[in-house]
């Protein structure tokens, strides 16, 4: 170190090359120093780096990061830079159930009604997946200590995997808030309503029209209605959004609607059931008059459909072709308002015993310009703003009279046909079976309205006048009684009459498009339907999800997969995350090469999503192609694959760890597995998987797991398998403890241990020296001078042992010690030595060894060299080789390591 400096050091994590050593001039603060190093550190050192400074005493203290600013260092001193990478244990669990991904949760004013305004934008939800309630004793194992864990359902989400739903024209409407499904790969679903489904009468016929969504955008293919297509069915029109960018609206259904189910009888006169002219109550008549039936608007609508439905028709049989007719009278009030406003008397008229579907729509806008013509006979047959009320010798009564704003001018205050341009009736407009009273916007405002609806006694028509509004030559107030010699009557007999009346439902419409106000929409899918005179009970379709694919380059090409790499890609990065992962801190080359592996293997992952963490769903897209999240430096996963081919990527030993402690589960193994799981058109199916060795013993050990994302039988039973296997060959694990400066490795990478707990023949050292040989102007390693002493073993089989009664450890039978070295330029390389059994610290190599040779700061330099790692073991089994599947942070910069064994014969 030059006079009047100090030095700091900084190795970036993970790098394999040395550490970085600068020297800066005495007095220069810490936060001057972070700054000089400039692009060499992560950009964000200032807020999660640590500096130590290599105090005086013998001890290292971590410098606050408030005093850098002020904190100028002496010269002769050693600062150590420190960055940790993102951490596991329970910070990197909070850390990745803190992402979530968005889902559109609010997506249609139709969503939910009841609630205050409409839409006009879609809310960011979360999502979880939506599976079968699995988990039992080896699923927990599994879950918590395999390599790569099973896609199965968790305690915290035991929903069902099954179709979302059943949807139907009944219900499974989504609310304000709640999250909308998305199909990862392709399954049958039935997609939700995001608008309540409406009915609509043309004539007498009932249309009913939904909009259903999913999240994400989906190639929609076989839409059934139960189980039979409605492709090119006659009485169903669809309409598909994709969700593609630039995809426009949908047009054909461009309102939405809420619906009251009220399935209540209008109530007419109770009559003596031996003297239907009679009232049932004859001391107290009043109570034997028709009573109100309420309802009630949502809080947003511009119409309210009131359907009436007669299931017996409007007839006297006894009387073939007389036509009847039955009043109606209906009054309505703000929520808040204390008195009610009239609307006008409506005459409906029949002669048929069938069932009848009249309606009522209430609709609020401007007075009509034409009036239609008036029915001459049956339907709606005739309009009073202002109904006279009954003349003595019967009680008296006030009469009807409607708001203002239905009268307009001079002339009659009925409407029937005829009189058509003489009437004074306005805003009423009808037809065979559906009347329309348009309400004054200044009178009937917005809000929520109380509505009741009154019928009045069935009459002859032949007997009634119109114009005078007589019957058999008296005013007759249909919605009271008659007085005959001190016995009170309904207006007319109800003997041998089919006249019962039903509201079946209200609908409370908004004439503005159900989603997005009519704006495209993208990232989304939806699937407009209407269905004529036709019941539903079900509506399913199949989903196939399209997503960004990998091109070679990027996820960039845009289309259908169930690859588990492109979902994994569009769950951290796609348009519905509410939050999409920078792409520096997504493991492009590690997922792309993933994604090599799904393709080649032949991959899927097919499930329904809906409303839970994106851990979740991300542990289930991996654990379908052998794989598990991981979230360190990078997001990315740990794959399980035959890594027999590959070298570690670091070794530890005595020299870089301590504290080595191996646990292993002794747990009863089930004999077989049964495994249930839903295949793609949302059966639940099961099979069953034997454990190596066990298939057909008597009374065996069965244990449930239930798989979702897969649904090909053979998909299945290879997870099963897989999963049993590691509950065999990977029941221990090793744990050990490092510097953070000398960890080279992550969560999912091969490594290596070398420690005489594992196996006597292990022991470690560094090089000191190596002596070359030259040979034909080449240059040979022939030994390798040592740190320290290592033990090694040379010892003869038993096939070349002179006298096997002079051996004194049958343990070391055959032993024969090999060198290996973890070269300067990250390569590895292994050497049988001579020497002969015993402690030694030059090691001989039994044949000389080219020295490999690498470019290093613009110069060549051997790859063998002082202070490279070495240690011997017994030949082709010095080192044993794990794979970390944690690292977990302590105190004084100090890492604990997990790792299961590697297992190939898990590929076998």
Known sequence: ??????TAIWRPPFSMDAAEMREWPAGTT??????????????????????????????????ARRYWSGTAIKAGQKLTLHYAPGRSGNAGKNAVLGLVIAVASALTAGAALAAAGPFSFLTAGSLTARHLAGGITIAGSLLNNALTAPPVATAQN?????????????????????????????????????????????????????????????????????ESSVAEADDVTLQIREGQPGDLPITLIERYGATSLVNTEIAPHKTDPDDPEELENQTNPDASLPTWLGMGTAGEWDECWLHLTLPGGLAKPSAEGQIQAVPFRIRMRQDDADDWIHLPELHFAGSEVREIRPTIKLLRGDVPETVPSMPSNRGWRAVYAAAPGQEAPNPVTSGWTAHSSFIDGAGSNALYSGVEGSSNVVRVTVSGTEATLTLDPAVFAEGRWQIEIKRGACYDVSDFSRADYEYNGYVIDFFHYVETGGVFEVARTRDGLSDGCYLTRCCSVVNSHPVNSGTPVSDMTLIAARFFGRSVSSFKVRASSIVDRWDGTAFADFGESALPADHYHNVLRGPLASLPLPAELFDMTGVAAWRAANVTEDRRCDMIVEGALVAEVLANIAGCAFARPLASEIWGVMRDYDRSAEDPAQVFNMHNSWSLKMSRSFERLPDMLRCAFTDTEGRQREIEVWRDGREGVAKPLIETMTYVGLVRAADVRERARHDLRQLEERAATYTFNAFAETIRCRRGDLIAVNHPVLNRTHDSARVRAITIETVEEEDL????????LVRIYNEDDMHEAADMHAVTDMHTVGLKSSLRIRRSDGNFSVHPVSNATGQTGTLTLTMPAALPEYEEGGQTVRAVRRGNLVWVGSTGREERRLIATDITWQKNWQARISALAEAPVLFA
């Open 1 to 6: 170190m030059a006079d009047g400096m100090f």
């Open 781 to 788: 390693m022939t030994s390798v001078s040592l740190d320290s």
């Open 158 to 226: 035991s929903s069902t995997d099954t179709l979302s739903g059943p949807a139907s024209v009944a219900g499974n409407v989504i609310g304000r808030g709640v999250p909308v499904p998305a199909v990862i790969g392709e399954r049958d679903i039935y997609p939700p309503f995001v608008t309540q489904p409406l009915t609509e009468r043309v004539g007498e016929e009932e249309v009913v029209e939904v909009v259903m969504a999913l999240a994400g955008t989906y190639a929609i293919s076989m839409p059934r209605a139960g």
């Open 30 to 63: 810490i936060a001057a120093m972070v700054a000089g190093f400039g692009p060499a550190l992560p950009k964000d050192f200032d807020r999660r780096g640590e500096i130590v400074l290599a105090g005086r005493d013998g001890e290292e203290h971590v410098l």
